[in-house]
């Protein structure tokens, strides 16, 4: 699993409420991934990071703000949850020429 | 046209059969080529990588692929229940610090 967790596993929130999903990892990788997966869509890239303190948007980063204070630690944050974003999220890591991801995040917004 | 197209299934086959995935890509730039699998409710596992073109073995799995087509495999032999599965096929140009650009998946079910 390449040393990533996600926290929480599941989540139910309400809309208009904050929400955010942490990512961890044990290997000191410098690139790290948010993914949302949705059916019909597949997997859609939302924010990386490059470094501490060094994100940039992806193609579906509307409604989501990324922090990486440490090397290990990426944190996606849903201003104001809407019920658009209810789907299953993804943290990966980029390690040699591909990518390993976490178990993911179910979110659901009521 | 999309980047990456890919025939989301399902597929559905007996024990024992060769299952034959595939996704045809746009883009002449993607050089590095991935398969991953992605049991229900879980993460996508990353099954098998190629660069450029030509194949790859691992087991029952083979990863082909053709650039001049643009155009990648993948074959499963001897295919397992335990197979059962989505795959999901990505692409990018660069490797693994840039972005992957993923297919749709392909839902398998091999019947016991």
């Known amino acids: 699993d390449a040393g990533i967790t996600q926290s929480p596993r599941h989540k139910v929130t309400e809309t208009g409420t904050p929400v955010t999903l942490r990512c961890h990892q044990t290997?000191?990788?410098?690139?790290m991934y948010w993914y949302r997966q949705d059916p019909g869509h597949g997997l859609r890239l939302i924010h990386y990071?490059?470094?501490?303190?060094?994100?940039d948007k992806g193609e579906v980063s509307d409604g989501y703000s990324v922090s990486r204070s440490k090397t290990e630690d990426f944190l996606l944050t849903l201003e104001s949850a809407t019920s658009s974003q209810t789907s299953v999220y993804f943290c990966?890591?980029?390690?040699?020429?591909?990518?390993?991801f976490g178990p993911g995040t179910r979110l659901l917004v009521l | 046209q999309k980047e990456v197209e890919q025939d989301p299934g399902p597929l559905s086959v007996p024990e024992g059969a060769i299952v034959s995935l595939n996704c045809t890509y746009s883009?002449?730039?993607?050089?590095?080529f991935m398969w991953y699998r992605q049991y229900s409710r879980k993460g996508p596992e990353l099954l098998m990588y190629t660069y450029s073109s030509g194949n790859k073995e691992d087991g029952r799995f083979t990863a082909q692929v053709d650039k001049s087509s643009k155009y990648i495999s993948l074959f499963i032999r001897d295919s397992q229940p335990s197979d059962s599965a989505t795959y999901l096929c990505a692409m990018s140009g660069q490797g693994g610090s840039e972005k992957l650009v993923f297919g749709k998946g392909t839902k398998l079910t091999v019947n016991p």
């Open positions: 990071s490059y470094g501490v303190k060094d994100t």
């Open positions: 990966a890591i980029s390690s040699g020429e591909t990518q390993y």
């Open positions: 290997e000191n990788h410098r690139y």
């Open positions: 883009n002449s730039a993607f050089q590095y």
